[in-house]
């Protein structure tokens, strides 16, 4: 299986994520999301998408930023070794991972008694599920179920729910863009953890890509320690970036 190119990935990413936070384009080497509800730096960062031209990126980002009282989150291919050392020479420091990988492999999922995967659940459910699996409370719930609520009448997206004697589970979204099904949000509720919930979501995931002929992909975190999961079930890195951050001295 020939493998997607690269922009494509990143298109795919940064239009999935530019539903949840705005999106500027900052050319010609990159863009910004930016959230005033989602106050994380996954939601307010800078991406490069070439290696060149990335310190003008930086300083935009940081300028954006720092309006708005936040410290500056870039990420950079690891291939761009250079402006990885000069962006650490100015005051960033890396703070995570990100591996993009990608499906070449039957997703084998053991069903927990009685699961089921709901395709379109309400965005109520899905959202509250999502909150659950992610940060443990509803605290973000008025900013969250609005965006899955227009997500889910998207033709490009589809969300699946896995629920267990009519409770939810867990929660997954497919984002399609040309050729590619990218997988986000991939979260179990943590009462219903290790039981396989995530493999049946993913098994799902897959029977819909390869029915549609599309590449199925999905970006790990190392901070979540999710990476040898996905390499478990058929997923291969394609490629990675650093996330790297600097301080901004105004943010209390």
Same mark, same amino acid.
């Given at each position: 299986? +020939?493998?997607?190119?690269?922009?494509?990935?990143?298109?795919?990413?940064?239009?999935?994520?530019?539903?949840?936070?705005?999106?500027?384009? /900052?050319?010609?080497?990159?863009?910004?999301?930016?959230?005033?509800? /989602?106050?994380?730096? $996954?939601?307010?960062?800078?991406?490069?998408?070439?290696?060149?031209?990335?310190?003008?990126?930086?300083?935009?980002?940081?300028?954006? %930023?720092?309006?708005?009282?936040?410290?500056?989150?870039?990420?950079?291919?690891?291939?761009?070794?250079?402006?990885?050392?000069?962006?650490?020479?100015?005051?960033?420091?890396?703070?995570?991972?990100?591996?993009? /990988?990608?499906?070449?492999?039957?997703?084998?999922?053991?069903?927990?008694?009685?699961?089921?995967?709901?395709?379109?659940?309400?965005?109520?459910?899905?959202?509250?599920?999502?909150?659950?699996?992610?940060?443990?409370?509803?605290?973000?719930?008025?900013?969250?179920?609005?965006?899955?609520?227009? %997500?889910?009448?998207?033709?490009?997206?589809?969300?699946?729910?896995?629920?267990?004697?009519? +409770?939810?589970?867990?929660?997954?979204?497919? $984002?399609?863009?040309?050729?590619?099904?990218?997988?986000?949000?991939?979260?179990?509720?943590?009462?219903?953890?290790?039981?396989?919930?995530?493999?049946? /979501? %993913?098994?799902?995931?897959?029977?819909?890509?390869?029915? +549609?002929?599309?590449?199925?992909?999905?970006?790990?975190?190392?901070? +979540?320690?999710?990476?040898?999961?996905?390499?478990?079930?058929?997923?291969?890195?394609?490629?990675?970036?650093? %996330?790297?951050?600097?301080?901004?001295?105004?943010?209390?």
């Amino acid at each position: 299986m +020939e493998n997607p190119d690269r922009k494509d990935l990143e298109l795919n990413e940064v239009r999935w994520w530019s539903n949840w936070a705005r999106l500027t384009w /900052l050319p010609p080497t990159g863009y910004l999301l930016a959230s005033d509800e /989602l106050r994380e730096s $996954f939601f307010n960062r800078a991406g490069a998408l070439t290696c060149t031209g990335v310190n003008g990126l930086a300083e935009a980002a940081e300028k954006k %930023l720092a309006d708005r009282r936040m410290d500056s989150t870039i990420t950079v291919f690891d291939s761009c070794a250079r402006t990885i050392a000069a962006l650490e020479d100015s005051g960033y420091k890396p703070v995570d991972t990100m591996v993009v /990988l990608m499906s070449k492999g039957p997703i084998e999922a053991t069903s927990p008694a009685h699961a089921a995967i709901i395709n379109r659940p309400s965005p109520r459910s899905w959202a509250r599920a999502y909150l659950d699996a992610f940060y443990g409370d509803q605290g973000l719930s008025a900013s969250v179920t609005p965006i899955v609520s227009h %997500l889910s009448k998207a033709r490009s997206t589809t969300l699946l729910e896995a629920r267990i004697k009519d +409770e939810t589970a867990g929660v997954l979204a497919i $984002f399609r863009t040309k050729g590619l099904a990218g997988v986000y949000c991939v979260g179990t509720i943590p009462k219903f953890r290790k039981l396989g919930v995530a493999g049946i /979501l %993913l098994a799902k995931a897959r029977a819909i890509a390869m029915a +549609e002929g599309r590449k199925l992909v999905l970006q790990s975190l190392a901070s +979540e320690g999710s990476k040898q999961f996905y390499l478990n079930r058929g997923f291969v890195p394609l490629y990675s970036k650093q %996330l790297l951050t600097k301080e901004n001295s105004n943010v209390v």
